[in-house]
Nanobody
Framework: QVQLVESGGGSVQTGGSLRLSCAAS??????????LTWFRQPPGKEREQVAA????????YLADSVKGRFAISRDSAKNTVYLQMNNLEPEDTAVYYC????????????????WGQGTQVTVSS
């Protein structure tokens, strides 16, 4: 089993930046076979997929709502995926979740079997 733990959330002012981290543990030997993604869920709203990346692939997905402001990346040596968030807006306030799923054919969008517990991001005006 793979465990995912998010960190790096907090409170920032509008226009500020945060970098979220998602550290994998447990069966870290299979991390390189996974597609990884970030979801967010604002209070009282639907969950939204904001970014995804194949661990060893070239393709990166960003939702239109965050494109140009956010970036997803990974550090294979640390078994960690990052979400760099710049120019934050109050609308970005949400609980952010890291998730991952097996990607045997290199697909980016797959069933996500592993989920973190989430980290709170709050952006104030």
């Amino acid at each position: 089993q793979v465990q995912l733990v998010e960190s790096g959330g907090g409170s920032v002012q509008t226009g500020g930046s945060l970098r979220l981290s998602c550290a994998a543990s447990g069966r870290t030997d299979i991390v390189s076979t996974l597609a990884l993604t970030w979801f967010r869920q604002p209070p009282g709203k639907e969950r939204e997929q904001v970014a995804a990346i194949k661990w060893t692939g070239d393709y990166t997905y960003l939702a239109d709502s965050v494109k140009g402001r956010f970036a997803i990346s990974r550090d294979s040596a640390k078994n960690t995926v990052y979400l760099q968030m710049n120019n934050l807006e109050p609308e970005d306030t949400a609980v952010y979740y890291c998730a991952a799923g097996k990607s045997p054919y290199g697909r980016l969008f797959v069933p996500y079997d592993y989920w973190g517990q989430g980290t709170q991001v709050t952006v104030s005006s």
